[in-house]
C-alpha cells in the first residue's frame, strides 16, 4: 500500500511540474506578443521543449523573417547575441532532462 501511495505521489508531482511548465510557457509566449506590440518590433521565438515538440511564435505575417543565422550574420554583424552565460548561467539546457515519463 506505500508504495501505491508513493507511486501516486510521484505521478502528481510529475503532472505538476509539467502543468508548471506549460503555464510558463504560455507566460512567456504572452509578455513576448505583448513587447512585440508595445515596441514595434518583428519577433520570432522558437522553442523545443525537452521532449522534441516544437512552439513556433511569429509577430509577422512576413515569410523572410525571420532571417537564417548566416544572413543575420552578414546583414547585423554587431546584432547581440545572447546565450545563458549572458545571465550568468553556469550550463545551457540540461540535456538529462526529459519528461516523457
Partial sequence: ??????????????????EKVK????????S??????????KMYLLIQDGNGGMTEYR????????PTYTQLRRLFPTAQLLTPKSFGAKTEVNPELNLSN
Avoid: C, W, Y
Fill in 59 to 66: 509577430n509577422t505575417a512576413d515569410q523572410k523573417f525571420p
Fill in 32 to 41: 513576448f506578443h505583448e513587447f512585440g506590440l508595445l515596441s514595434g518590433a
Fill in 23 to 30: 503555464r510558463r510557457k504560455e507566460r512567456i509566449i504572452k
Fill in 1 to 18: 500500500m506505500a508504495s501505491r501511495r508513493k507511486h501516486d505521489q510521484e505521478r502528481r508531482m510529475v503532472k505538476n511540474f509539467r
